[in-house]
């Protein structure tokens, strides 16, 4: 952190400066953004997946400045967090991000930015921010922006741009699928998280120099592939198995799905973040529409259709129309998954992972271990329960072996 801070100077300034840390870089971003070129590159690694994750909303807002939700895309929303943080510490020099690489791998998130000095260019930033609206109980999203941008031409040719606030909220006080309340979160970063120019010239990189030293090269490729088959314009994802579990479904093929999306006119893609994502443009009323096509098809248990709950409200409309599930579309099937690449990496070994202690997964005990600790909580109650008792049976002994008194 001296280091950056003595080097804020034009000729003494960086080109690339990368922060791995262990847990949250924000201490590190001031100084990093001070100290980085015009046009230069920084890298930011964040490991406290917990926090981003929205484990503890409340330490995220005080180490990110952002309310995070317990959604399935967690993992994107981590990155769009992170995204935020380092735009909101530029804008105060002057400066803003340019994402080219927002990578979700194992356990932390890692960005590839490149930083631009412009006061002009700053005032954009509000619109690249949005707050998000999550449903309590079918988790149907929705996102506002902080602010919007509009484009006019006036009468002698020229362009004039105006920024404005937009009014909301963007949605009513009960969601309308599903009648529930809404959670609130943000602000996250909701423009693209990726430049697919730079991540077709990593790709052309690694085909033309094959990095064969590297035991991760096959997942290098499968992992860009993937990013560069995602929709840039589409922020977040919804998770196809918790869809269907929201309505106690049958589980969906996720092509048969991905072709009644395209058959229906939309664009549709997979996220690097999760294996079974669904990324798309449409809007959500379809994705309902398509689920209650589906449950014609696969029939709901009436005992699970009960008053109050997502499956009765969502499943009692009717479908809209008729959807596409047999006719597999041609651009259902993408490049990365058609030919097998390694796109979601498996753990190496059982129990592989960041342990709560530096021993924790050492030795031949971690099976034990961790055998050991399951309903730790529930087993303290009972052992305090059953200590309890013993010493209120303990106490009425002792008040009948006491001697009564003679009068």
């Not at 503890?56 to 895309?73: Q, S």
């Not at 105006?162 to 979160?185: A, L």
């Amino acid at each position: 952190m001296t280091l950056m801070y003595l080097s804020t100077s034009n000729e003494k300034r960086f080109d690339v400066i990368d922060l791995d840390p262990y847990g949250c870089p924000n201490r590190f971003l001031d100084g990093a953004l001070q100290s980085i070129a015009n046009g230069g590159l920084l890298l930011v690694t964040a490991t406290d997946m917990a926090v981003l994750a929205g484990n503890t909303p409340e330490a995220c807002y005080a180490k990110y400045g952002c309310v995070p939700l317990r959604m399935k895309c967690c993992h994107e929303m981590a990155l769009r967090i992170l995204l935020h943080s380092i735009e909101t510490h530029a804008n105060r020099y002057g400066k803003y991000i340019e994402p080219l690489l927002s990578i979700s791998a194992d356990f932390y998130v890692r960005v590839f930015v490149r930083i631009h000095t412009g006061q002009a260019k700053c005032k954009y930033s509000m619109s690249k921010q949005s707050m998000i609206f999550q449903c309590t109980g079918c988790e149907t999203f929705t996102l506002q922006p902080l602010g919007n941008v509009k484009v006019s031409t006036t009468d002698k040719g020229k362009s004039q741009t105006k920024f404005g606030i937009p009014t909301g909220p963007s949605v009513g006080t009960n969601c309308e699928h599903c009648g529930h309340k809404h959670h609130m979160g943000g602000p996250i970063w909701s423009n693209p998280i990726h430049d697919h120019g730079f991540v077709k010239e990593l790709l052309q990189t690694i085909e033309e120099r094959p990095l064969c030293e590297l035991g991760t090269h096959r997942r290098l490729q499968g992992v860009l592939s993937v990013v560069q088959e995602e929709l840039l314009d589409v922020p977040l994802y919804y998770v196809l198995d918790k869809l269907c579990c929201v309505l106690k479904l049958e589980n969906v093929p996720v092509l048969k799905f991905r072709s009644a999306l395209l058959h229906a006119g939309y664009r549709v893609s997979f996220s690097h973040a999760s294996k079974n994502s669904i990324k798309t443009d449409a809007p959500t009323s379809v994705i309902w529409d398509i689920l209650r096509c589906w449950a014609k098809r696969h029939p709901v248990k009436e005992n699970r259709m009960l008053d109050g709950t997502p499956v009765k409200t969502i499943l009692q409309r009717p479908p809209t129309k008729d959807y596409v599930f047999d006719d597999i579309h041609p651009e259902a099937n993408p490049y990365s998954r058609r030919n097998a690449l390694t796109r979601f990496q498996e753990n190496p070994t059982a129990h592989w992972g960041p342990g709560t202690r530096a021993t924790i997964m050492i030795g031949q005990d971690k099976v034990a271990k961790s055998f050991r600790n399951q309903n730790k909580k529930q087993k303290q109650k009972s052992t305090d329960k059953d200590n309890t008792a013993k010493e209120n049976s303990d106490d009425e002994q002792s008040k009948c072996k006491q001697p009564k008194l003679e009068t």
